[in-house]
């Protein structure tokens, strides 16, 4: 499991084996997870994670956007 970045105790990360699946980055924080699609962000699904942490999620995802993508790309080429 990657990890792009961390933030604010959130952990952005992607799995090694869902290269076959579109552009995405998965999101832990407390008890909750996340998954967002990157073009364009949006979310994908979600486990026991609040509506404000998925909107803090979601923000430093944008912040984060090419760092995400570039990743992504390094990670799977």
Known sequence: MPTIFTKDGFRFFFYSAENKEPMHVHVEYAEGKAKFWLNPVCLASSYKMRAPDLK??????????????EKWNEYFS
């Open 56 to 69: 803090k999620a979601r923000a430093f995802i944008e912040e984060n956007h090419e760092l995400c993508k």
